[in-house]
T-cell receptor
């Protein structure tokens, strides 16, 4: 079945440094949809980014990610971390062929300190 | 537009009780999902409905968890009987076949 791997459970950064959260996926389908959801403390997850176009950068709220089908990756990046970026980040996959459900990674906690 | 609503926001149950969680999806959305969220397991899919039809029932959660969608604007998740390991946040989400899911605020369940 489909799977999503987020290798880091916790990433701790100093404010102002670049952010990179890793996401790789496995699926037999050739047209995956990839998503990043962000969940702040005591809130529910909300969509941050999505993409289904190979090698095209997608951006929102200072974050960006590029779907690379050749490496099955969709890493989340930001040039300069802010304290308010501290949250739980989920990478998720939908293929449309698997009844349309989302397969989530285990999540990465990002902690940004001064 | 109103987002996904869930009630109650908090529930405390004794082991062995039956509890029912409620969800109202975004109006017009035809896909509805129930998830369980814990620190250890992250987000786990419990049930998935499309146009009120059950598409997936979450495999491992079948025996004590039952989700229903009696109409397009209301869904329930029944846990019977509850066990302490069921303590978690239960999230409901809906979408309009655009692949983007909108999550509700969740119900925090504590089973003593």
């Amino acid at each position: 079945g489909d799977s999503v791997t987020q290798t880091e459970g916790l990433v701790t950064l100093t404010e102002g440094l670049p952010v990179m959260l890793n996401c790789t996926y496995q699926t037999i389908y050739s047209n995956p949809f990839l998503f990043w959801y962000v969940q702040h403390l005591n809130e529910s997850p909300r969509l941050l980014l999505k993409s289904f176009t190979d090698n095209k950068r997608t951006e929102h709220q200072g974050f960006h990610a590029t779907l690379h089908k050749s490496s099955s990756s969709f890493h989340l990046q930001k040039s300069s971390a802010q304290l308010s970026d501290s949250a739980l980040y989920y990478c998720a996959l939908s293929t449309g062929a698997n009844t349309g459900k989302l397969t989530f990674g285990h999540g990465t906690i990002l902690r940004v300190h001064p | 537009d109103a987002g996904v609503t869930q009630t109650p926001r908090h529930e405390v149950a004794e082991k062995g009780q039956t509890i029912i969680l409620k969800c109202e999806p975004v109006s017009g959305h035809n896909d509805l999902f129930w998830y369980r969220q814990t620190k250890i397991q992250g987000l786990e899919l419990l049930s998935y409905f499309r146009s009120k039809s059950l598409m997936e029932d979450g495999g491992a959660f079948k025996d004590r968890f039952k989700a229903e969608m009696l109409n397009s604007s209301f869904s329930t998740l029944k846990i019977q009987p509850t066990e302490p390991k069921d303590s978690a946040v239960y999230l409901c989400a809906s979408r309009l076949q655009s692949h983007e899911q909108y999550f509700g605020p969740g119900t925090r369940l504590t089973v003593l």
